[in-house]
């Protein structure tokens, strides 16, 4: 079958190319453009689209796609937020998506992050920057006496849960659906307050849904041992960032470390060299020594890119051979 794989970035070509010669049965038709009006062109002679994209394709595309005999989407992403799933289904198009491609991934960065902190690499940094090699300010924290509180026990978190358990990390979870497995590695506070309750470390691993935005505020951080970090690998409407200030500057807190920031849309993925911002919170945030941005790239790895391109590559041949796939998302 021929297979229009949309969206290609240069990190991907390696793994497109080692999952061609495994499937020689298939033509990936790879396209740097992204799925819209204007693209469906290269829709003639397709049997089945991969796409990667946050731009939302026009209603049109879904019954272009109907008409030139398409029956699937196959996002290599976890999130599709930017497909009409309603509208898909209308058209008879299933959607997949890649729900689990490596929770490793962002375990090691969250457990990088906090080490990043309790070790004071960015102090080392300005210190060895003036030359003054003297231990004033660096003085560390081991794992192995911290406390560390998980909010989220699913892939990721049970990762992280693991690898803080494995360096000697008192772990205690809170998940409303808890895992049997969890106890290997940590015990479950029965809210989330209790397992907040004198943490050194706060990891964020809950999906942002309406009934938890800003679920991470100020109350709960009190409730933080002093010197705590915060490290937010989640999402970034999670976290109220004023009140995280806050503590920060009430040296409640001894750091965060932001993967995900509640502003971050118009920023992160694009080049912003040399221009304003525009945002006061954000810009702080960058320049603060007690404080880690990354620009959400927790994920991103050679294993996850791998097995994002590998997973929707699979799921669009499957759910274009069978009509269906294990990862069909339905609309809510
Ligand atoms: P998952 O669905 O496997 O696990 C989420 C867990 O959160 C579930 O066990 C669920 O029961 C629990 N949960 C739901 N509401 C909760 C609440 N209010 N309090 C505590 N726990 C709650 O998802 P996952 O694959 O582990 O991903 C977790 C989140 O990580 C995603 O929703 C996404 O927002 C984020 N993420 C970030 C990156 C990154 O690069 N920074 C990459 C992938 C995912």
Redesign the pocket.
């Known amino acids: 079958m021929k297979i229009l794989f949309l969206g290609i970035r240069e990190d991907e070509r390696p793994a497109l190319e080692a999952w061609q010669r495994e499937h020689p049965e298939h033509e990936v038709v790879a396209r740097e453009e992204i799925l819209t009006a204007a693209t469906l062109p290269l829709l003639k002679g397709v049997q089945a689209v991969c796409l990667q994209q946050v731009i939302s394709p026009e209603p049109e595309v879904y019954s272009a796609l109907a008409e030139a005999g398409i029956r699937q989407l196959s996002s290599r992403t976890?999130?599709v937020d930017m497909l009409d799933l309603a509208l898909a289904k209308q058209h008879g198009i299933v959607v997949t998506n890649v729900?689990?491609?490596s929770?490793n991934?962002?375990a090691e960065?969250v457990l990088a992050s906090t080490l990043y902190l309790t070790r004071r690499f960015a102090q080392i940094e300005r210190k060895n920057s003036q030359r003054d090699f003297r231990f004033a300010g660096l003085i560390g924290r081991e794992l192995a006496t911290l406390r560390v509180a998980v909010?989220?026990?699913?892939?990721?978190?049970?990762?992280a849960a693991r690898l803080f358990h494995a360096l000697g990390a008192e772990v205690v979870g809170?998940?409303?659906?808890?895992?049997p497995d969890f106890g290997e590695v940590g015990q479950y506070a029965p809210t989330?307050e209790e397992a907040v309750e004198g943490a050194d470390v706060l990891t964020?691993?809950?999906?942002?849904?309406a009934?938890?935005h800003h679920?991470i505020d100020e109350a709960v951080l009190a409730r933080l041992a002093p010197g705590a970090v915060v490290i937010?690998?989640?999402?970034g409407g999670?976290l109220d960032t004023a009140a995280l200030l806050e503590a920060l500057n009430s040296g409640h807190l001894s750091g965060a470390a932001l993967?995900?920031y509640e502003n971050e849309a118009p920023y992160y993925r694009y080049d912003w060299t040399g221009k304003d911002l525009g945002d006061a919170v954000l810009e702080e945030l960058l320049g603060r020594e007690d404080v880690l941005m990354t620009p959400?790239?927790?994920?991103?790895t050679d294993t996850a890119v791998q097995n994002l391109v590998t997973g929707g590559l699979d799921n669009a041949v499957l759910a274009a051979e069978t009509g269906t796939a294990p990862t069909v998302v339905e609309p809510a």
């Open positions: 976890a999130g729900p689990v491609y929770p991934a962002i960065f909010l989220g026990t699913g892939s990721i978190g049970l990762r809170y998940d409303p659906y808890p895992r989330l964020l691993h809950m999906p942002l849904l009934s938890n679920i937010n690998a989640g999402r999670l993967d995900t959400h790239v927790a994920f991103y």
